[in-house]
């Protein structure tokens, strides 16, 4: 898989590439700012793109407006975009065009299998979005949230992150089969029609944690 | 025995220059209405009068309207001590001449001892004489040291701010230097932020990373190396946690990123409760005014989401002067109540800490309004 990286700390940088390859990932190009990535999606054609949000030369958001850039001028370009604080304002105008996107914490890059499983996800045109994230959306809707189960948070808290079933079911030691029918208690509770897509029940999810029922 | 002798000499001569100025203040009276005149001339006598006294010359400036109070006392005392310290030294000058020298005056206008006596004799002349040399001289030692201080000390009395000015010119010198303290404080918030962000979280992240690739390429079995690893993995990533949060708290990264304005604007969008953002043209604000006024904000809309069964919130926020007044205000059930609630408690604590005032009003049955007001200068 082809990686172009945007990343101004050479410290970062260099790391995340030792990272990648160590998984046997390629990266074609490390851009320093927002220009010079969008040249070099341009010249590569990645298979997925690393983006750091603070960019040069203001370092406030440049990161996540190259990256809505680079999937307006690449549709369906799969953007993993990393920062070190997480801002769910940030999440939601990433999310506005679900396909292929993620945004995680930096902290998270240090758990290597589960990063590239993120990056792997993005890539295949699926969602990964920082657990923080998905806590704070949660504790901003507590009432309907808490008719549900310990159980069926944990499972929503993972549908939200954007996992499958088969990833629930091995993460919290429990049968596919039980991982299916616990979302089906959180649909009915929560009043949204199951689907199979990862990232479309991260979309009903946001939907329904943004807007008052 | 000589101190009380240089004292007196220092009265006397303290008295006499009074009985002087004394006299030019109610000639000049009418001039010195103005403060250009009346400033200095008031500063001569305090600093003369302090100098008496042993103390130190103060510097503070002299506000026009003491003089209301100031020109009467000086000339009310002034006038009748200087008086009496020319008199008792006249008198004793008097009976230093005429004790020897009574007999040179022409027969019939022989000199007087107490305005009264004719010296006509040896005899009166030591006996009159001593009598009235010794008054005269009790009266410039006990007497005059007592005038002078009593003049010097009403004079710096009636040339000394009040408690209640001297408050006032200390809450203005306060709230000036205070300006200056937010905003050194808020660049140096900023610059820390910056400096965590870019510098100690960046390394950690870093660090992290190649312990993750490290852990990664060690083989199997490396026992005590891979749990130290790990050990030191862990440890990295907590550290790299807290510090985001006291990055967070300290100075919110969006704030750096948007602004106050910015920032306000997203929050509202995001939380589970619709919400409407109105914002006046708010100015520089202060960064710490900014971090309270934000977390102020992210709180209530979290109480408000959490609590309240609104369906929608407004949050206003207005410049004023120097004040920044924010109000959040929802449609729902009311019932918030400062004491319990450790949301307004939190935001209570951040908002005094700034000198800052929080108003929460909500009736049971709703609405709740919770108003915050942070001085930004």
């Known amino acids: ?213 | 025995m000589g101190q009380r002798w240089v004292r007196t000499r220092r009265a006397t001569v303290y008295l006499f220059t009074t009985l002087g100025t004394a006299v030019m203040t109610v000639l000049v009276l009418p001039l010195l209405w103005h403060p250009a005149l009346a400033a200095p001339w008031a500063r001569w006598h305090r600093d003369r009068a302090a100098r008496l006294r042993g103390q130190p010359v103060r510097s503070h400036p002299i506000l026009w309207r003491w003089s209301l109070r100031w020109l009467p006392a000086q000339v009310a005392i002034g006038l009748p001590a200087g008086v009496l310290a020319v008199l008792c030294v006249g008198n004793l000058l008097t009976a230093v001449v005429v004790i020897p020298a009574w007999w040179m005056f022409p027969a019939g206008e022989p000199p007087h001892l107490f305005s009264e006596v004719a010296v006509t004799s040896w005899g009166t002349a030591l006996v009159v004489g001593l009598a009235q040399l010794a008054s005269m001289a009790a009266v410039a030692y006990w007497v005059l040291p007592l005038l002078a201080a009593l003049h010097a000390r009403v004079t710096l009395a009636a040339l000394a701010p009040s408690a209640a000015e001297k408050l006032t010119e200390r809450v203005a010198v306060l709230t000036r230097t205070r300006t200056g303290v937010l905003e050194a404080h808020g660049a140096e918030l900023r610059r820390i932020e910056r400096d965590l962000h870019d510098g100690t979280q960046a390394r950690l992240v870093a660090i992290a990373m190649r312990l993750a690739v490290a852990r990664q390429a060690l083989p199997d079995g490396a026992g005590a190396v891979a749990d130290l690893l790990r050990e030191a993995h862990e440890g990295t990533e907590e550290a790299m946690t807290e510090l985001r949060e006291v990055i967070r708290t300290m100075y919110p990264p969006i704030l750096a990123d948007h602004g106050l304005a910015g920032a306000l604007r997203m929050v509202a969008g995001r939380g589970g409760i619709p919400a409407t953002v109105d914002l006046g043209d708010l100015g520089p604000v202060p960064a710490a005014v900014e971090a309270v006024a934000y977390f102020a904000v992210t709180e209530a809309l979290t109480n408000v989401a959490k609590h309240s069964h609104a369906s929608g919130a407004t949050v206003a926020v207005r410049r004023t002067g120097d004040l920044l007044s924010i109000e959040v205000r929802d449609d729902g059930i009311g019932g918030a109540d400062e004491r319990r609630g450790t949301g307004l408690t939190g935001i209570n604590r951040r908002v005094q800490a700034l000198d800052g005032t929080l108003t929460v009003a909500s009736p049971i049955g709703g609405p709740t309004e919770i108003l915050v007001e942070l001085p930004c200068g």
């Open chain 1, 1 to 213: 898989m082809r990686v172009v990286i945007a990343e101004d700390n050479v410290l970062l940088s260099s790391g995340l590439e030792l990272l990648l390859r160590s998984k046997g990932l390629e990266v074609v190009a490390v851009a320093t700012d927002a220009r010079s990535f969008l040249a070099a999606v341009d010249a590569h054609h990645p298979d997925v793109t690393i983006v750091d949000v603070r960019l040069p030369p203001s370092f406030r958001d440049e990161g996540i407006r190259a990256a809505l850039q680079a999937r307006r001028d690449h549709p369906g370009l799969p953007v993993l975009v990393l920062s070190q604080y997480v801002e769910v304002v940030y999440a939601a105008t990433l999310l506005a065009a679900p396909n292929g996107i993620g945004y995680l914490l930096k902290d998270r890059v240090s758990r290597v299998d589960e990063f590239v499983d993120a990056l792997n996800r993005v890539a295949s045109g699926g969602t990964a979005l920082d657990p923080e994230v998905v806590a704070r959306l949660l504790t901003h809707r507590s009432d309907p949230v808490a008719a549900l189960t310990r159980r069926e948070r944990e499972i929503l808290a993972l549908m939200a992150e954007g996992h499958d079933n088969t990833t629930i079911a091995s993460r919290l030691v429990i049968t596919d089969n039980a991982v299916h029918k616990h979302i089906g208690n959180i649909f009915s509770k929560l009043g949204l029609a199951p689907t199979d897509s990862g990232h479309r029940r991260v979309l009903a999810v946001l939907a329904y944690l943004n807007t008052q029922s």
